[in-house]
């Protein structure tokens, strides 16, 4: 199949690159070095179209939070209802509809046990909030528990908390002495996992452990590595014998990206506390939850006003963000989305078995809707792998939007995808093992 994509005509909007660099610092980018920024200014489906009219294909959900598709009609409808009706409150001493409902209609879906939702913004506050409600849940007991662990090739965003439970990523050096100390255990891919479960109750037999943070089957920005629900339900049975926390980061993992609604239900085991985000709002506005048992809640409602969780933010709760978070869980509550995640899984199963003994590469690997493949390279595997600009250029030629982490390139798309459009990216995929790197 041709890797030509089709040119459509839009509004010019001139200068577009220009005034960008004159202003703009955009994330994870050396904005010395950096190629220009391609300028996007419309999308539909799993499609963006950039100011020249060319087509990419968003194979990465945007940053891994499309899960419904670009300007979703019943989305922005539902998000124009709300601002007509109420677009935002103070959510401290206040409440709305759609916040209300949305916690009615999410916690029944979740790990059994969660009773309560604390609404955040994104996923490193969700995650940032769920580390402190674990620390803060045996502080109010008088319980002597303040060590946290985490796998060691962990990635669990950018705030200072999540940066002290993230891995040994090189961007965190400069602010080293600024993290608080965070036990590690060895992540447990395959051939990992007994290391794994003895390190972890070595650690939970002193006693002093609050809680195991941890990415659910999939770890994301550390390279896509996957893991067995086995291992992680005997991980959480060891915390639970030893009385330690499990939070849960479905960040990325949440709303159906393994395949099931959420990576901890894959599990008999079921975590403390869940953090979620990203496919929350369906990628179309930002907004979080951190939820929790009863158990962890009653640790705070007290008398005492101290024993409160004094944490939030301005546009916590925000009505617009609830609102099309609801109409996000209906589109994926549909028969259409569902079996479009199970056409997904299959699809990627499939250019998984054709592809995986390539002699590039070095190991392909997937979970529900996530493919990974690593290719082989001269130099170290990793973030930093010089193979990944390269890879990500060709892609860009070939009009897919295909991020890779180092030498590990990923298929993690919107559902909507079509069959035509996965063709596409997996003829990319096998041009590019082809390709003399």
């Known amino acids: 199949m041709s890797l030509t994509q089709t040119i459509v005509k839009m509004p010019p909007q001139p200068n577009l690159i220009?005034?960008?660099?004159?202003?703009?610092?955009?994330?994870?980018?050396?904005?010395?070095?950096?190629?220009?920024?391609?300028?996007?200014?419309?999308?539909?489906?799993?499609?963006?179209?950039?100011?020249?009219?060319?087509?990419?294909?968003?194979?990465?959900?945007?940053?891994?939070?499309?899960?419904?598709?670009?300007?979703?009609?019943?989305?922005?409808?539902?998000?124009?209802?709300?601002?007509?009706?109420?677009?935002?409150?103070?959510?401290?001493?206040?409440?709305?509809?759609?916040?209300?409902?949305?916690?009615?209609?999410?916690?029944?879906?979740?790990?059994?046990?969660?009773?309560?939702?604390?609404?955040?913004?994104?996923?490193?506050?969700?995650?940032?909030?769920?580390?402190?409600?674990?620390?803060?849940?045996?502080?109010?007991?008088?319980?002597?528990?303040?060590?946290?662990?985490?796998?060691?090739?962990?990635?669990?965003?950018?705030?200072?908390?999540?940066?002290?439970?993230?891995?040994?990523?090189?961007?965190?050096?400069?602010?080293?002495?600024?993290?608080?100390?965070?036990?590690?255990?060895?992540?447990?891919?395959?051939?990992?996992?007994?290391?794994?479960?003895?390190?972890?109750?070595?650690?939970?037999?002193?006693?002093?452990?609050?809680?195991?943070?941890?990415?659910?089957?999939?770890?994301?920005?550390?390279?896509?590595l996957m893991y067995s629900p086995d291992v992680l339900d005997q991980l959480m049975a060891l915390c639970k014998k030893y009385g330690a926390l499990c939070i849960a980061d479905e960040v990325m993992t949440g709303f159906g990206r393994t395949g099931k609604l959420f990576a901890t239900l894959h599990c008999q085991e079921t975590p403390d506390i869940i953090a979620l985000s990203k496919g929350l709002t369906g990628g179309m506005l930002p907004m979080a939850l951190t939820t929790c048992t009863e158990a962890i809640y009653q640790a705070f409602y007290a008398d005492d006003k101290m024993k409160a969780l004094y944490h939030g933010h301005s546009f916590t709760g925000n009505p617009l963000g609830c609102a099309v978070a609801l109409a996000s869980l209906d589109l994926l509550l549909s028969a259409e989305t569902q079996g479009n995640i199970e056409r997904v899984v299959k699809r990627q199963s499939d250019f998984l078995s054709k592809i995986k003994n390539h002699p590039q590469v070095q190991n392909a690997r997937q979970t529900g809707t996530i493919l990974a493949i690593e290719f082989k390279t001269d130099t170290q595997s990793g973030y930093f792998n010089n193979l990944r600009d390269r890879l990500y250029r060709f892609f860009l030629q070939c009009g897919l939007i295909l991020r890779p982490l180092g030498n590990v390139v990923y298929v993690l798309p919107p559902y909507c995808i079509t069959d035509s459009q996965l063709d596409q990216v997996y003829t990319a995929l096998e041009a590019a093992l082809d390709f003399e790197w």
């Not at 904005?31 to 087509?55: N, Q, R, S």
């Open 18 to 224: 220009t005034r960008d660099r004159a202003h703009i610092w955009h994330p994870y980018t050396q904005m010395k070095t950096a190629d220009a920024p391609i300028a996007i200014v419309a999308g539909k489906g799993a499609e963006l179209y950039d100011e020249t009219g060319k087509v990419y294909i968003d194979a990465v959900a945007s940053w891994w939070t499309n899960i419904h598709g670009h300007a979703h009609p019943y989305m922005a409808e539902k998000l124009a209802e709300q601002a007509r009706t109420l677009e935002h409150v103070i959510f401290a001493g206040f409440t709305h509809p759609s916040a209300i409902e949305l916690a009615e209609r999410l916690l029944p879906l979740l790990p059994a046990g969660q009773t309560k939702a604390f609404f955040t913004d994104n996923g490193s506050t969700a995650v940032e909030v769920g580390i402190k409600m674990a620390i803060q849940y045996f502080y109010n007991q008088g319980i002597a528990r303040k060590k946290v662990i985490a796998f060691d090739l962990a990635y669990h965003g950018d705030t200072f908390g999540t940066m002290s439970v993230g891995g040994d990523l090189s961007f965190y050096n400069a602010f080293q002495d600024f993290l608080y100390q965070v036990e590690r255990i060895p992540t447990p891919v395959p051939g990992q996992e007994e290391a794994c479960l003895i390190a972890l109750e070595e650690y939970l037999q002193k006693g002093d452990v609050a809680a195991f943070v941890f990415e659910p089957l999939v770890l994301g920005a550390g390279g896509m």
